[in-house]
Antibody
Framework: QVQLVESGGGVVQPGRSLTLSCAAS????????MHWVRQLPGKGLDWVAV????????AYADSVKGRFTISRDNSKNTLYLQMDNLRAEDTAVYYC???????????????WGQGALVTVSS | EIVMTQSPATLSVSPGERVTLSCRAS??????LVWYQQKPGQAPRLLIY???TRATDIPARFSGSGSGTEFSLTISSLQSEDFAVYYC????????FGGGTKVEIK
């Protein structure tokens, strides 16, 4: 079955870096655009970033632009989110999410991973 | 950025009741709207896409309606497993989510 498994979360000091990974299985990873979405503690959901199926095009939310980098390795069926210059307000559960289908215009998600908690604190 | 606003923030209902959740967009998103259900400690689960199409394996008691800026999710007869937080999300532009409606037991 389709599965997304995030890893790499943890506690990090403000200004430091952290990289999340998302291992995909059960579908042809290289044909899907992939997204990161985060959920602030006790709050709603925020879209973070997207990467096209071939890794060539990316886009970011304004709140993370210039600090976060989304990438992928289709040979390893893995999605990444490198987070630099982290701030307290980046504390959240980070989900990788696959669009429902391979259509480039599909920007809604099914399934989601189980999430990785990132805590930015000194 | 399109701002999504959900109301009410919390809904207290009894099992078996009919509930309607609202979602409003700050500008038209056509019918490019989905609904998710989220339970504590779990990832969101897709319920409805295209404003009114149920996702695979979603019970018929869930229905969505609306277009443009006004949308609703109706649960015709609330079951115990339906107590959760519900989020709407537009995908007319880069995704944005509503703040959620918590459906709790009365």
């Amino acid at each position: 079955q389709v599965q997304l498994v995030e890893s790499g979360g943890g506690v990090v000091q403000p200004g430091r870096s952290l990289t999340l990974s998302c291992a995909a299985s059960g579908f042809t990873f290289s044909t899907y655009t992939m997204h990161w979405v985060r959920q602030l503690p006790g709050k709603g959901l925020d879209w973070v970033a997207v990467i096209r199926y071939d890794g060539i095009k990316t886009a970011y939310a304004d709140s993370v632009k210039g600090r976060f980098t989304i990438s992928r390795d289709n040979s390893k069926n893995t999605l990444y989110l490198q987070m630099d210059n982290l701030r307290a307000e980046d504390t959240a559960v980070y989900y990788c999410a696959r669009p429902h289908d391979t259509n480039l215009g599909t920007k809604w998600f099914n399934p989601w991973g189980q999430g990785a908690l990132v805590t930015v604190s000194s | 950025e399109i701002v999504m606003t959900q109301s009410p923030a919390t809904l207290s209902v009894s099992p078996g009741e009919r509930v309607t959740l609202s979602c409003r967009a700050s500008q038209s998103v056509n019918r490019n709207l989905v609904w998710y259900q989220q339970k504590p400690g779990q990832a969101p689960r897709l319920l409805i896409y295209g404003a009114s199409t149920r996702a695979t394996d979603i019970p018929a008691r869930f229905s969505g309606s609306g277009s443009g800026t006004e949308f609703s999710l109706t649960i015709s007869s609330l079951q115990s497993e339906d107590f959760a937080v519900y989020y709407c999300q537009q995908y007319d532009t880069w995704p944005s989510f509503g703040g959620g409606t918590k459906v709790e037991i009365k």
